[in-house]
Nanobody, 115 residues
Framework: QVQLVESGGGLVQAGGSLRLSCAAS????????MGWYRQAPGKLREFVAT???????YYADSVKGRFTISRDNAKNTVYLQMSSLKPEDTADYYC?????????WGQGTQVTVSS
């Protein structure tokens, strides 16, 4: 019942920046955690970053210092500002939102970083 729509993916050169957005709709319940995972070809899906409803943020070690997650609770939207992008950041990025009822995933947006 929760719909997640990601946007902002694309092709960038190494060292460049992208900003991903994810908008949630279809729920009246608090989204306790809202964040991002990614999956590169041939690899498992991995955690990237998340933001709690209280404002806490968490990052994977691989992106600390380069990515910044932010959240607008009024809009049920989360953003991922990615800078200093590396070819190893290339992946499909998936928005994730957790309520007490369900764990929800978006369709994904592709990020490709060329060297």
């Amino acid at each position: 019942q929760v719909q997640l729509v990601e946007s902002g993916g694309g092709l960038v050169q190494a060292g460049g920046s992208l900003r991903l957005s994810c908008a949630a709709s279809g729920t009246i319940y608090t989204i306790d955690n809202m964040g991002w995972y990614r999956q590169a070809p041939g690899k498992l899906r991995e955690f990237v970053a998340t933001a709690t409803s209280a404002g806490s943020t968490y990052y994977a070690d691989s992106v600390k210092g380069r990515f910044t997650i932010s959240r607008d609770n009024a809009k049920n939207t989360v953003y991922l500002q990615m800078s200093s992008l590396k070819p190893e950041d290339t992946a499909d990025y998936y928005c994730n939102a957790r309520t007490f009822r369900s764990n929800n995933w978006g369709q994904g947006t592709q990020v490709t970083v060329s060297s």
